[in-house]
């Protein structure tokens, strides 16, 4: 039985169970390939109580953190999206040189050199070991440590409140809300400001996005879940954007409870659009399985019939969501070759469970595949003009999600 990591009830519902798999950024050496994995239970439920999406909490940060394959730098995109929001922030809130910025899960400084670069003060608080020290190598002031409500009062007090904390795209990655979300609280000024991203439910399950689902993601938000999530902390969610990122993400606003004041417009209007597809009940998940099950047929009747022509088909990327899809399908290298990434840490290595070679993206041109199945679908508009290359031999790129779609680019 699965107690609610928000509310503590025990009324959960199963949205799809998509078996056992090993965690996504596991990614093996050659070495570890006569090695056992551990596999867990990948299985997602919501609270009917309270509506937050969740996973069973079978690994802990530390186990995926502590060292990590992911380097935000690496999508370009992302940077961009990164420095278009600074920009964004220091108008919106009046930003200056005496203004100090904390972000959590600052990951490679993708996002805070942006904020060096405009001479405002500010600080990572990155658990990774690694990713953290390439934070610092490029200039942004960052510590390595896990934010809890302790380690938040401790900066606090070495470094003075933040006007402005950011916990981008990791509000899903923690088992811990309660403590996570006190944590943010004991960062922020009494008068500042926390903005959170994070993917948004509704998008998840309009769209079938069932891939980002994996351990890393402890637990899947609509604005509703996520605002009763912050007040816990004694934070007030008071405007909501909603974002392209990971497929469709909310941007939050939110304040110490003292000072928030109303919630904007917006708020009223996702909450009403969520309440409108079902997701304040069961009823707008009941067909979200089956649709996981169609994209799964799809995919799978293509890769087979490739194979049978004797088409080559490899993938583009090895982000975490491509191997809930790998794991999920069963995908091995009989049907999809090899896959490629920009992040030089994961050449020579294998995907975990699936065990797939990562390769440098220079093979592709070299070996001139018939298809390019493109793993990080949501960067879809990027990758398809970064792989237009493709064309020149008549290739094609895959998009798996939504549905499958097979696109002839022009080099």
């Known amino acids: 039985?699965?107690?609610?990591?928000?509310?503590?009830?025990?009324?959960?519902?199963?949205?799809?169970?998509?078996?056992?798999?090993?965690?996504?950024?596991?990614?093996?050496?050659?070495?570890?390939?006569?090695?056992?994995?551990?596999?867990?239970?990948?299985?997602?439920?919501?609270?009917?109580?309270?509506?937050?999406?969740?996973?069973?909490?079978?690994?802990?940060?530390?186990?995926?953190?502590?060292?990590?394959?992911?380097?935000?730098?690496?999508?370009?995109?992302?940077?961009?999206?990164?420095?278009?929001f600074v920009g964004a922030a220091v108008d919106r809130l009046g930003l200056d040189a005496g203004s100090f910025v904390v972000e959590v899960a600052s990951n490679d400084g993708y996002l805070l050199r942006h904020v060096v670069s405009r001479g405002i003060r500010c600080l990572g608080v990155e658990p990774s070991v690694n990713v953290g020290q390439a934070a610092r190598e490029?200039?942004?002031?960052?510590?390595?440590?896990?934010?809890?409500?302790?380690?938040?009062?401790?900066?606090?007090?070495?470094?003075?409140?933040?006007?402005?904390?950011?916990?981008?795209?990791?509000?899903?990655?923690?088992?811990?809300?309660?403590?996570?979300?006190?944590?943010?609280?004991?960062?922020?000024?009494?008068?500042?400001?926390?903005?959170?991203?994070?993917?948004?439910?509704?998008?998840l399950i309009e769209k079938t996005q069932y891939d980002t689902i994996y351990h890393e993601h402890f637990q899947y938000y609509t604005v509703e879940s996520a605002r009763r999530a912050l007040a816990t902390g004694g934070l007030s969610v008071v405007d909501v954007e909603l974002l392209p990122t990971h497929g469709g993400s909310i941007r939050l606003w939110a304040r110490p409870a003292e000072v928030a004041g109303e919630p904007s417009?917006?708020?009223?209007?996702?909450?009403?659009?969520?309440?409108?597809?079902?997701?304040?009940?069961?009823?707008?998940?009941?067909?979200?399985?089956?649709?996981?099950?169609?994209?799964?047929?799809?995919?799978?009747?293509?890769?087979?019939?490739?194979?049978?022509r004797g088409d080559t088909v490899v993938g583009y990327g090895a982000p975490g969501k491509g191997n809930t899809l790998l794991n999920h399908c069963g995908i091995r290298p009989d049907l999809l070759a090899y896959t490629v990434d920009r992040n030089p840490y994961k050449h020579g290595r294998f995907t975990p469970g699936t065990r797939i070679p990562v390769l440098p993206p220079e093979r592709i041109a070299a070996d001139r595949p018939d298809y390019v199945l493109v793993l990080p679908w949501n960067l879809r508009t990027e990758l398809t003009e970064q792989l237009s290359y493709v064309g020149e031999w008549?290739?094609?790129?895959?998009?798996?999600?939504?549905?499958?779609?097979?696109v002839e680019v022009k080099s």
């Open 265 to 308: 417009a917006r708020m009223a209007d996702v909450l009403a659009r969520e309440k409108a597809a079902g997701l304040h009940e069961l009823s707008g998940y009941t067909e979200f399985a089956d649709r996981v099950a169609r994209v799964r047929r799809n995919l799978l009747r293509f890769l087979v019939d490739a194979a049978e």
């Open 1 to 84: 039985m699965t107690t609610c990591r928000l509310c503590g009830s025990t009324n959960t519902a199963s949205v799809v169970d998509l078996g056992a798999t090993p965690p996504c950024e596991r990614f093996l050496t050659a070495d570890q390939l006569d090695e056992s994995e551990p596999t867990y239970p990948l299985r997602l439920e919501v609270c009917t109580d309270c509506w937050l999406a969740q996973i069973p909490p079978l690994i802990t940060p530390e186990d995926t953190f502590t060292e990590y394959a992911y380097f935000s730098s690496y999508s370009e995109s992302w940077v961009e999206h990164a420095r278009r």
């Open 394 to 406: 008549g290739g094609r790129l895959v998009f798996p999600i939504p549905e499958l779609d097979i």
């Open 138 to 203: 490029a200039g942004v002031p960052t510590e390595t440590r896990f934010l809890t409500p302790e380690t938040g009062a401790e900066v606090r007090a070495a470094h003075g409140p933040a006007d402005l904390v950011v916990a981008n795209n990791v509000y899903a990655h923690i088992p811990d809300v309660l403590g996570f979300t006190r944590g943010l609280r004991a960062l922020v000024a009494d008068d500042g400001w926390v903005s959170v991203e994070v993917q948004h439910l509704l998008t």
